[in-house]
């Protein structure tokens, strides 16, 4: 397995929010998760990126626990990519400087090289034009391809993204959707937390269903969008269904 977590425990004062949440990930695979708001979605995946520390359990990367405080979260973090819902890229700074920036200066890598493959990324998502432009000068859509791009200069292992269509106006989405399918189309392994049901359905190899911060249920997308097992996920899709999200 490329990702294994396993028993993965998190409280932020008294409130449980990843109870014992086991998820397995293999190369190539693409994994969607869904779950109403506050199910643990956005805490797992920063718990994998160690952006926030777990309390209890394990989370291996190619089979070494990179939960063990004894390693260096800086290098985790450029095996493991995370894109958020909202770009965050600094304003001040050319699109250019925005990507090349956590390469040169955290992971300490050759400037030219950064730039080189910077600039290839921004070729083959048809943004090399923006190279020199400021994220202001950009649409929505560009700002996130953008920052998708600024994940995978580092050449990730796995790459993680946090309701990445959801701050877009919606003629916008397209773009960035189609940039993950290209990106799934060369095997990149992905964990996607969504509410655009129709996207994970069309992309995930497996959608995994968190409630109360544990994975309930988890299969094809056919088989938990289409005829879930569980009451609970079909509670959640009707009201999906019912908001017309599916
Ligand atoms: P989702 O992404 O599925 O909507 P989150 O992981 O964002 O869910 O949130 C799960 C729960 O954890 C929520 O109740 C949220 O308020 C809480 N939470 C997340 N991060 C923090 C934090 N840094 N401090 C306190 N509570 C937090
Ligand atoms: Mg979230």
Redo the contacts with the bound molecule.
């Keep these: 397995m490329l990702l294994s977590c396993t028993d993965v425990r998190k409280t932020?004062?008294g409130?449980v929010?990843l109870d014992g949440l086991d998820l397995e990930v293999a190369e190539h695979e693409v994994v969607a998760?869904i779950?109403?708001?506050?199910?643990?979605?956005?805490?797992?995946?920063?718990c994998v990126n160690l952006l926030?520390e777990i309390d209890d359990g394990t989370i291996l990367l190619d089979g070494a626990e990179i939960t063990d405080p004894q390693v260096n979260p800086d290098l985790v973090r450029r095996k493991i990519g995370l894109v958020f819902q909202s770009f965050n890229l600094f304003p001040h700074m050319t699109v250019l400087d925005n990507i090349t920036l956590a390469p040169t200066r955290v992971h300490k890598r050759a400037a030219a090289e950064t730039r080189d493959q910077a600039m290839t990324w921004l070729e083959r998502v048809g943004l090399a034009d923006k190279a020199k432009a400021f994220p202001d000068g950009l649409s929505g859509g560009q700002q996130q391809r953008v920052a998708i791009v600024r994940a995978l200069v580092n050449s990730p292992r796995l790459l993680l993204l946090?309701?990445v269509t959801s701050a877009l106006d919606p003629e916008l989405v397209g773009e960035v959707l189609t940039m993950i399918r290209d990106l799934k189309a060369e095997g990149m392994t992905m964990v996607l937390?969504t509410h655009e049901m129709g996207f994970a359905k069309q992309v995930a190899d497996r959608v995994a269903f968190?409630d109360n911060?544990r994975v309930l249920e988890q299969g094809p997308p056919e088989q938990v969008l289409g005829d879930p097992v569980e009451p609970r996920t079909r509670q959640f899709l009707t009201r999906i269904i019912e908001a017309g999200r599916l």
């Design positions: 932020f004062g409130n929010v998760l779950g109403a708001s506050g199910s643990g979605k956005s805490t797992l995946l920063r926030t946090d309701e937390a968190l911060g």
